[in-house]
């Protein structure tokens, strides 16, 4: 072999050395990938069921006796297949609503769980009598499915089929609202003290050397603080959205902070040397030009701070928010929940007709987050500046 | 000098850190004049030009020695205030730097900040006067609401001239106003400072020789952050006394 | 909330609107009177006057509700509303005494502004100072219950007769509380070490994709893709990994006759693994680039092929700024809670399998807390004391990670 041929065989080798290379980091990303697709494949094959409820057509006697007792108001063989949430409603209905006295009324009603599971084809509990009953009960086009409405008007239950995610969205918006109203302003704050005022000594580098640390504190972390300070010393009620609200500020801060001080720092000097020529204070610099100028990347943010935040569940489950809602908390001191939270306890619960649900209220909070980063990701391609 | 002086430094010394960027400066402003200081690149002419409305206060580690005095007032005098000396001395930088905003309001800021004016129809004269007077009117009269990121470079120039000529100073302070203009906006520049100087007192840094001549009344040449040679610009440029100034205008370095 | 925001709409807003507009009066005529030039604008005149209204009187309100709150003395609602009147008229009173034409009104007012700015900077301070003594009050707690020295080598991690105690039982005849952390770290460092088995071979050769092979408009796409793993909240990995990661995992254990638990550490470890990719890729990708573009170069016009590149000349060049992504993915990884409360172990096991059910030190820390204890009991105690050692070995990764970086940025950036 010469020297020739042995130089044209390395670089053929070197080549393939390079291919290769090549396509390993190409499957990473294709690796990644397809987890991705993987997953939210999984969460909607089995989350997307829930978006519809089984209900069967029965008849309902409302009287005096029906009020006391509801499970008398259906028929026997009919009172195993109909939700017994709905049962429980009786009484409240004819008081609502007194003309029902004394009547029979045919009506579509809610579904027992374990039918809804047998009618979306899914592993059941009935019996055999039960299935060959609902089999004929189908046949008569007494069952069908129909959009899950009360997923999104109900609170948490104890029964699948009437839970909802009501209770834990509201739970939620005051949550994120409290959050915000504590994190904003303090991390602008902040933000504009650190990256227009601070003066560089050793006060402001223990600032910024803590603030860095505090991102990279694990959220579990700010669960043992809220419970400790908030909690147990300032007697802030436990599983409240307020516990909950000033424990996740605390942990968006740093993040707030952060992207606030990118904001500003865009803006070039030239801005500030601008104003501060025509006579303007310190302060007007900043109110009048740099502020202004930094909003977009201010509210950029923000918002990736609050989906984050909307998002966190262990410190809340440290202060308490894992708490049974069935209805909507009215205020920031009372019990409530979050939907990450709900999302926990459903998945932990035994009953298989809570997976589906899980997996639902998954694709709603994911939903949300996309809508919340798809916002966020508009405003910055449309009002941040390149300078 | 037969003027008045406008302003002055006596004994200037100014640090960054431990670095001596000013050596013992003596200088006086005659007004309604225009100075112009020339030199070498790093030999303290802009830092000088920056003491006088104290924009080297915005950076951190620095020092100054001596007195710089504005009608008789040293500047740095508690009882004078920095916003009023930067509404009285007012600011031209190297780069254009309009706010991102429109026109009209890049001039009205100052203005409205400083509350010289109190009707709106004041603020409209003035906005057309400023402009006027900056020689940029007939340009930008139909377009007073767009944004002023939208003009030309020269033009952008002109608009932070008329931007600064609305709080109406005593002085300008020009840093090398012209250098990132083409040919053009920079003979409208210097045709607009000799209009200037009869209404105020004009310091301008420049890196340019024949803009210096062009321009000015009196030179003042640095060099290694010492004021090497000062007087009337016809003087200074033919004949110079110190062997550094001729060697420096006739390019020999620098 | 809205009894709040009432009081705020109706009592304070138009009280500062009124001191506003009195000092900017007072300003104004002073101006037109004396015709002298006030040093500052009339409006801020009318600030000055709202500042010293609102701030001593505001102060006052705050500690009296500080005092009802924490039941030092509760102040009765009149006495509280007469005192912070009568002190915002006496601010006010002040503020017009004070009013001449060389008060520097802006500057006082500038002055307010930057204390108010460093009192909201020193609110992160004090959220440090709050985790490290609230955690540090609690786990001496601990500590002064259980010997550290067998907290940190015991191998026994058995709190149940703690929890008897907890719930007020009598616990004499049961056997002694034993917490020693050794298994529930093992699990961790498990765990963590799987999640990094996946991340780091994943994450990096994304990075090496990114910044070597891909065009920019394959970046733009693929870049924020896989930061949405990073997104994703992990209470949706945890039922990820325990609905579906965890059967799998079971079964094909079982395709190959290996007996898995539901509680395996794989699983968890896998998802974490994915989670924590955009961790590495991103950091990596970014520290790839800030290598100087002469080195590129100087490598490719010796005829060295991009892969040799990268192999022999970037890689070496961005090591400390991969190990500085590494250990925060480590350090994230650690500290993440839900994955492993939802798919790992409650049960303490040393095990090298990791095919075994084991728990960690947050699902720990979870379990202590959520349960219906009292919050002295020496359960919810060792929370604490696990949440300790979880801070202290999160934030030495992080210090670590930063001062590598930091190096590599001297050196390049």
């Given at each position: 072999m010469d020297k020739e041929t042995r130089r044209l065989k390395r670089i053929k080798r070197r080549y393939r050395g390079e291919i290769s290379f090549r396509l390993l980091s190409i499957s990473a990303i294709v690796l990644a990938a397809s987890f991705l697709v993987f997953f939210l494949s999984d969460m909607v094959r089995t989350g997307y069921t829930a978006f519809e409820q089984t209900v069967v057509q029965t008849e309902i006697t409302y009287d005096a006796d029906t009020v006391e007792i509801p499970q008398l108001s259906v028929s026997e063989e009919m009172s195993d297949l109909v939700s017994r949430g709905f049962l429980r409603l009786i009484p409240q209905m004819v008081e609502e609503n007194p003309k029902l006295m004394n009547t029979t009324q045919t009506q579509w009603v809610l579904a027992e769980a374990e039918v809804d599971q047998y009618i979306k084809g899914k592993p059941n509990k009935l019996s055999e009598e039960e299935i060959a009953h609902i089999d004929s009960l189908k046949k008569e086009g007494k069952v069908k499915l129909v959009f899950n409405k009360w997923f999104f008007t109900n609170g948490d239950s104890k029964l699948p089929e009437m839970a909802g995610l009501l209770s834990a969205v509201i739970g939620t918006i005051y949550v994120l609202i409290l959050t915000m109203m504590f994190s904003v302003p303090i991390g602008v704050m902040t933000a504009i003290y650190l990256e227009e005022f601070a003066p560089d000594n050793w006060f402001t580098r223990i600032i910024e050397v803590n603030i860095n640390n505090l991102a990279a504190i694990p959220s579990i972390i700010f669960g043992l603080l809220g419970l400790a300070i908030f909690i147990n010393l300032f007697g802030v009620p436990r599983s409240s959205a307020l516990a909950g609200g000033l424990t996740l500020s605390l942990m968006s801060l740093p993040v707030i902070i952060i992207s606030t001080r990118a904001a500003l720092s865009s803006v070039p000097d030239t801005i500030r040397q601008a104003?501060?020529?025509?006579?303007?204070?310190?302060?007007?610099?900043?109110w009048h030009h740099i502020l202004p100028l930094s909003l977009p990347g201010i509210m950029t943010g923000t918002i990736i701070s609050m989906a984050h935040a909307i998002g966190e569940t262990a410190p809340l489950l440290i202060v308490g928010m894992l708490a049974y809602i069935p209805t909507a908390p009215t205020g920031v001191t009372q019990a409530a929940t979050v939907l990450p939270a709900q999302i926990y306890t459903w998945s932990g619960d035994s009953l298989r007709a809570y997976t589906e649900r899980t997996a639902l209220g998954i694709i709603v909070l994911l939903s949300v987050l996309l809508l919340l980063n798809a916002v966020a990701v508009v405003l910055r391609n449309k009002y941040e500046r390149k300078w | 000098?037969?003027?008045?002086?406008?302003?002055?430094?006596?004994?200037?010394?100014?640090?960054?850190?431990?670095?001596?960027?000013?050596?013992?400066?003596?200088?006086?402003f005659p007004e309604r004049k225009v100075t112009a200081l020339i030199g070498p690149s790093g030999?303290?002419?802009?830092?000088?030009?920056?003491?006088?409305?104290?924009?080297?206060?915005?950076?951190?580690?620095?020092?100054v020695e001596g007195g710089i005095y504005l009608d008789e007032q040293e500047i740095h005098d508690t009882k004078l205030d920095v916003v009023e000396l930067r509404r009285r001395v007012g600011m031209v930088f190297q780069k254009p730097n309009p706010f991102p905003k429109t026109i009209y309001e890049n001039i009205a800021y100052a203005p409205r900040i400083h509350g010289l004016v109190s009707k709106g129809s004041e603020m409209d004269d003035l906005v057309e006067d400023s402009l006027k007077k900056a020689g940029l009117w007939e340009e930008v009269k139909d377009r007073l609401k767009s944004q002023a990121t939208a003009l030309s470079g020269g033009q952008q120039q002109r608009l932070c001239i008329a931007r600064a000529l609305a709080m109406e100073p005593e002085v300008l302070l020009m840093d090398e106003p012209a250098s990132a203009l083409d040919p053009i906006a920079t003979q409208k520049i210097e045709e607009?400072?000799?209009?200037?100087?009869?209404?105020?007192?004009?310091?301008?840094?420049?890196?340019?020789?024949?803009?210096?001549?062009?321009?000015?009344?009196?030179?003042?040449?640095?060099?290694?952050?010492?004021?090497?040679?000062?007087?009337?610009?016809?003087?200074?440029?033919?004949?110079?006394?110190?062997?550094?100034?001729?060697d420096y205008i006739t390019g020999r370095f620098g | 909330m809205l009894k709040v925001l009432l009081y705020f709409l109706i009592g304070v807003l138009p009280l500062c609107y009124a001191a506003f507009y009195i000092g900017r009066k007072k300003a104004r005529t002073g101006e037109l009177e004396s015709g002298e030039r006030f040093h500052s604008r009339p409006a801020h005149y009318g600030w000055y006057s709202v500042i010293w209204m609102a701030v001593p009187s505001l102060a006052v309100s705050f500690i009296f509700t500080i005092l009802g709150s924490s039941k030092i003395f509760k102040v009765p609602f009149t006495m509280h509303i007469t005192t912070i009147l009568l002190v915002a008229a006496l601010g006010l009173w002040y503020a017009q005494k004070k009013i001449?034409?060389?008060?520097?009104?802006?500057?006082?007012?500038?002055?307010?502004?930057?204390?108010?700015?460093?009192?909201?900077?020193?609110?992160?301070?004090?959220?440090?100072?709050?985790?490290?003594?609230?955690?540090l009050f609690e786990s001496m707690k601990f500590f002064s219950q259980v010997n550290f020295f067998s907290f940190i080598t015991g191998t026994e991690w058995d709190p149940d007769t703690a929890f008897l105690e907890g719930a007020g039982r009598d616990a004499s005849n049961a056997a002694q509380a034993q917490f020693g952390s050794v298994p529930i770290f093992a699990g961790t460092f498990m765990i963590t070490t799987i999640a990094l088995l996946v991340a780091v071979p994943v994450g990096l050769f994304s990075a090496i994709f990114m910044s070597e092979y891909a065009s920019n408009r394959i970046r733009g796409w693929v870049k924020p893709i896989l930061e949405i793993l990073a997104g994703i909240p992990t209470v949706v990995y945890g039922f990820f990994a325990a609905i579906t990661v965890s059967p799998l995992v079971v079964k094909l254990a079982e395709s190959v006759g290996l007996q898995a638990d539901y509680t395996n550490a794989l699983s968890p470890g896998i998802v974490m693994g994915i989670m924590i990719i955009p961790f590495v890729s991103s950091?990596?990708?970014?520290?790839?680039?800030?290598?100087?573009?002469?080195?590129?170069?100087g490598s490719l016009a010796l005829g060295m092929t991009r892969s040799e590149t990268m192999k022999h000349v970037l890689l070496p060049a961005a090591m400390p700024g991969i190990v500085s992504a590494v250990l925060l993915a480590?350090?994230?990884?650690?500290?993440?809670?839900?994955?492993?409360?939802?798919?790992?172990?409650?049960?303490?096991?040393?095990?090298?399998?990791?095919?075994?059910?084991?728990?960690?030190?947050?699902?720990?820390?979870?379990?202590?807390?959520?349960?219906?204890?009292?919050?002295?009991?020496l359960e919810t105690l060792s929370a604490f004391g696990l949440g300790f050692v979880l801070l202290v070995i999160t934030l030495m990764l992080n210090i670590v990670s930063s001062i590598v970086i930091r190096k590599f940025r001297k050196q390049y950036v």
């Open positions: 104003a501060q020529g025509v006579g303007a204070s310190p302060w007007q610099v900043v | 000098m037969e003027n008045n002086i406008k302003m002055k430094s006596d004994n200037l010394n100014f640090y960054y850190g431990n670095f001596k960027a000013l050596k013992d400066i003596n200088l006086t030999c303290g002419k802009s830092t000088y030009l920056r003491c006088f409305n104290r924009m080297n206060d915005l950076i951190k580690g620095i020092k607009l400072i000799y209009e200037l100087k009869e209404r105020l007192t004009v310091i301008i840094v420049t890196h340019n020789m024949q803009q210096a001549a062009r321009v000015s009344d009196y030179t003042a040449f640095f060099y290694m952050g010492e004021l090497i040679e000062v007087g009337d610009t016809s003087t200074i440029f033919t004949n110079p006394t110190v062997k550094k100034t001729e | 001449t034409h060389n008060l520097r009104a802006r500057n006082f007012i500038e002055k307010t502004i930057k204390v108010m700015l460093i009192t909201a900077s020193l609110v992160s301070i004090l959220t440090t100072i709050g985790i490290v003594f609230s955690i950091l990596s990708d970014d520290v790839i680039n800030a290598i100087p573009q002469n080195m590129r170069e480590l350090s994230r990884a650690i500290g993440e809670t839900m994955i492993v409360v939802m798919a790992a172990g409650l049960q303490p096991r040393l095990s090298w399998n990791p095919l075994d059910g084991m728990t960690t030190v947050t699902v720990r820390i979870v379990d202590a807390l959520t349960g219906d204890q009292s919050f002295d009991s």
